[in-house]
């Protein structure tokens, strides 16, 4: 006889999704009030459902779903139950899956499930296990919570909160940018503060003398250490060209007779234009700190299906760019990520909360990594609990949460 699940829809679909993955079933009963919201979420979860079937572990599954509407806004106990009753009485044999829906549905659609001596499950994220809740009449054997949470991706997560493949977009960097963005990383963390500090407000100048970016731009002269270090590590990723003779890029540059002795190296963007040098400008700036973050979390197998640069296709997003959205193991949902090289006022994570739950729901973890401890740290720290925020300052802190190893100084 063929499996079926029937479960009380949630806007939570996380809940109704992992048992889903867990029983692949071939009949799917979505028990929802009259409200539209739920609705959606009865669509969403198809979303996923055909997202996840194109993964390895559940290739070729396509199970049928029904959607039974109690026509209540707030449904009660007893009409919960006699409509529930209905449906096991066509899908006899149902895991009825309690997770979702409001406590009188909940009591209800146990009811109904115990008197028809049908094996009830609650999906426990919090304890990360799925629970029998009826002894008479035990869950089929499943797969461990772990696992489950293990086979999610990004595309199913997103799609079973309304947002699927066809609504976003995300870049692929090359393996040479992930290292400019670790060897960057590195040259800031041993560099003098305000030395580098001075070195981004020249890369700004350079780019955008007058607030704008210029369609071409002079060469950039290492007359110090750390210029050499920051543009020859730029110069192996492809992001500059050391050109071969630096004497008249020098003179070009500080508009001055060169005094005899070595010539600094120089160095050009590939190619320019204002769409070219704003984006080579972006990634000398601050861009490094989340290809840093990226190469960092794809070493760590907590993390999973990592997508850097996520925006929203076409004109009608209802979010803007997301630096790094990946799959938290440990968490069963998504991670989403923001990079920042000073701290950002309180907005900013309040609107990192919001996109948060937006993209997966409450069980998204939002996280901020800011590289400058910030003078206002104590107050970051206040944003970020009231907020449920986790934020890391410095790189220590970064590199400690992304490779598994916590220190006691991230925000909490």
């Not at 003179?251 to 070595?262: F, L, M, N, S």
């Not at 990192?352 to 401890?373: D, K, N």
Request: glycine share 6%.
């Amino acid at each position: 006889m063929s499996l079926a699940l029937l479960h009380l829809v949630s806007e939570q679909t996380m809940q109704n999704l992992l048992p889903l993955l867990a029983l692949k079933p071939e009949t799917v009963v979505q028990v929802r009030s009259r409200d539209d919201r739920f609705h959606q979420a009865a669509e969403n979860l198809k979303r996923a459902v055909a997202a996840v079937s194109n993964t390895p572990s559940y290739r070729g599954w396509a199970p049928e779903f029904f959607e039974v509407v109690i026509d209540e806004a707030s449904p009660s106990t007893d009409r919960t139950r006699r409509k529930v009753g209905e449906a096991l009485s066509l899908w006899p044999g149902a895991v009825v899956n309690l997770t979702g829906g409001t406590k009188p549905m909940c009591i209800g659609a146990y009811l109904a499930a115990e008197y028809q001596r049908e094996p009830v499950l609650y999906c426990d994220t919090q304890e990360r296990r799925f629970v029998s809740l009826n002894e008479r009449c035990p869950l089929p054997n499943l797969p461990s919570f772990d696992e489950i949470a293990a086979s999610l991706n990004v595309e199913t997560v997103m799609a079973a909160h309304g947002r699927g493949a066809d609504r976003w977009h995300s870049k692929v960097p090359s393996a040479a940018l992930k290292t400019f963005g670790s060897r960057a990383a590195a040259i800031r963390s041993t560099a003098n503060p305000k030395e580098f500090k001075q070195l981004i407000h020249a890369l700004r100048k350079h780019f955008r003398p007058e607030g704008k970016y210029l369609p071409k731009v002079g060469p950039l002269v290492a007359d110090t250490a750390l210029k050499t270090d920051y543009f020859a590590a730029a110069a192996r990723a492809g992001l500059l060209a050391r050109t071969e003779n630096g004497l008249p890029e020098l003179r070009q540059a500080t508009g001055r007779a060169v005094k005899p002795g070595p010539v600094p190296a120089a160095y050009l963007p590939p190619r320019q234009s204002k769409k070219h040098n704003e984006k080579l400008h972006k990634l000398l700036d601050g861009l490094w700190l989340e290809l840093h973050v990226l190469d960092l979390l794809q070493n760590n197998p907590r993390f999973h299906d990592p997508r850097w640069s996520v925006e929203p296709a076409g004109t009608e997003g209802d979010f803007g760019e997301t630096d790094i959205l990946c799959l938290d193991r440990l968490k069963a949902g998504l991670l989403l990520a923001s990079c920042k090289s000073i701290a950002p006022g309180l907005e900013h994570f309040e609107a990192l909360r919001r996109r948060s739950e937006l993209f997966g729901g409450s069980h998204t973890q939002a996280v901020l990594c800011i590289f400058y401890p910030p003078d206002n740290e104590a107050e970051c720290r206040r944003w970020a609990k009231s907020l449920n925020v986790k934020g890391l300052v410095g790189e220590a802190d970064i590199a400690a949460f992304f490779t598994g190893v916590h220190t006691s100084s991230a925000i909490h």
